[in-house]
């Protein structure tokens, strides 16, 4: 007697064989004779349909627990299905009931719930399809980012968590400390940061970037993938506190190929998780995003258009449409305007190149122009930007102006600067926010439901 | 002309094909007629031999900088090597520098530096023989270790970094916050996390699994692979206040099946890693812990030992050894405990379960004696403990108690303890930390030089 995950079960023949099953009732239906409950394991979307004879042993022990909800192993054999919508189904010999569900307690009841309201119970929803689905995408598409990369020998490196710079000058960060609040030692005025854990001021980082250009300097192709944080006040369907990056960054690499491999990346992850995760696919593109399918198909078998900013400023310029936000050289693009170059002008993803450098990071290479950056963005339909990256400054120099113009001291990034003294080559990256993509891929709406437990503004629970 | 990394350039026949090769300058020697370079680019520990002969185009403009460290690319004809140790060599027709490395300047010289020394210098420690097999290493077992999940069915889960409790009422923890220290509100005496960034005190998560708990009782079988964070005041070579921890978590299975995978899950990072790495690994052998191979395949063939808490201090009060700490029912084992058990009794891995419940964790579950819960902590030579995992309390009365028991306040779980209420079952899992294993598998002595860059008390760099 075998123990299979239902996703196994479902494809097999029904010959009559004794198999065990092991998940949570999700339905429950009576009629005379028999009692049918349907099973659901994790393993795909679709459910086991258990029939229960009356007549079996336990019946009436157990007939009182057999809820939406309780976890059970049943003993049984698998037959074909007379109904419809399954090839199989399973005639229960022996059922065990590990834990109930009271039908007047439990909150998951046989009904749609509002999102906003599984959002308060994020410890039952992943027992939903919906979130349910969204699991084995997302696991999906974690794993098929580590193939991606470790198929073409890049390395995965954990960057540092809990960090004592801010990468691009730019982000609100959280603070780390040990010290209890407003009880900081302090000297000559100033908090005596000596006296904290790490001896200095710490935060969280917002990008494992630049020691991403350490390991790349060193090892060629690298790439990381883990979380990243921002304190921005956005209490949007958009924003995170808390969310994961994957960050890419290749040595003897220019912003040319940099764009190659961003382009090869989305199409990979798309293409594979329609491959892996055909159920899910179509239950998003039937009951949360229609047109779901089509529109990730259309992407892989399209080239991405790539122009640079200026050209992007006159396309927009010489539409007829009415912009809320004015498109001017040196003004950054406005979500309305990235919509109107993926949507309307050329319906495909689009790779926009060399920005003003006065609205771009200070890492950025700058282009002799002595205006533009090779910055890249890369902008999809329906979402907008979905990945940001570069080539980098490698010259000493040119990169320590850049540091100084930004504001920020020098000195600490001594050992940034270092990589441009030694050894220095050319090199580029790319960063993608996770959540962003699953978003994209699952055609959710709010990205607090694409991650298992949302970190916002005021929210922090479980 | 193909752009191949050095791994594979090594296994080719030297058959005079024009490659490119990309990397940096390792070594430099000088004969009359020619210079050899070797250079290494990462995919590899072992370097490609570089033939420059001083008749080549641009010899005189660039031989100032063909320095260790200089990132350069070189166009050549592969050729076998007459020389030993390697089978081709690259005759070298033109060499292009990209950014060089100054000798009197650059910290990274042909000699050996202490580890001391490289932790100083942690951007560039990457572009030595060590460090770079170590990165290689760590890369392959990650990957080795979504494999090893993915594989059997296991969904990834991305569990939360910041959070609003303490998993296991334990560990001290790092606050999470973006008011200005010393100027926080306060509220009746009280600071008024209310008006802090989540609304409420924040930390920085000790370990995933509570939540890991509510994706099994969901999907079944889940692994979490994130970091986590303790702010001990420990300024060891064991220990680091940022490390990345593996906790996979499965329904319906109990402490027998738990320890089977524990057991699988270790024979095959180590098996997939010696395959994987071979060059690597060899030169761990021989450079930094002599046997390491031997000892690592003398695991993989052993059949872990298996015996509860009472019978280890059986055995140990029965055994003629001297030992520091006292063994008697009750304590828990030190360190010279589990090395007699490891290393001289048994003489391989050993799974202790069955521990007394004062000393160990509030969720797990109790046995029928009262005194002893289903606890796990897997022992290997050399280390000590690796994995420490258990069944967890599926019963909500008995859970609830032992949450009091532990001081801690229910209300804060009461989420976990809602696992219990609804559609409970048995489930059990485990915990490993990520760098101990890789400092296993390398034979690294300190913990801080087998992740990129190490967090500990005073230690924020990079």
Known sequence: MVKLRIKEIL??????????????IRTRRESKEI????????????????????KIENYESIIQQLNNGSGVTIRGRLVPSPGQGQNVELLADKIQIHGDAPVDKYPLQKKRHSFEFLRTIAHLRPRTNTFGAIARVRNAMSFEI?????SRGFLYVHTPIISGSDCEGAGEMFQVTTFKLNEAPVLDGEIDYTKDFFGKRSFLTVSGQLEGEIYACALKNIYTFG????????????????????????????????????EEFLKYIFASVLEKCKDDMEFFDKRICAGLLKNLDHIINSEFIRIDYTEAVERLKRSKNNFEFPVKWGL????????????????????????PREIKAFYMKANNDNKTVRAMDVLVPRLGEIIGGSERETDYEKLQNRIDEAGLRSSDYWWYLDLRRFGSVPHSGFGLGFERLVQFVTGMQNIRDVIPFPRCVKTLDF
């Open 11 to 24: 494809s097999l023949d029904g010959n009559n064989s004794e198999i065990t099953v092991e998940g949570w």
């Open 35 to 54: 009692t049918f409950i349907e099973i659901n394991d994790g393993s795909t979307i679709n459910n086991l349909q258990t029939v229960v004879d009356k």
């Open 146 to 150: 580590h193939n991606f990369f470790q």
């Open 227 to 262: 979380p990243t944080f921002r304190a921005e006040n956005s209490n949007t369907a958009r924003h995170l506190a808390e969310f994961w990056m994957v960050e890419p960054e290749m040595a003897f690499c220019d912003i040319d190929l940099n764009m190659d491999v961003a």
């Open 332 to 355: 950054d693009l406005q979500s309305e305007h990235e919509k109107y170059l993926t949507e309307k002008l050329f319906k495909k993803p689009v790779i926009i190149t060399d920005y």
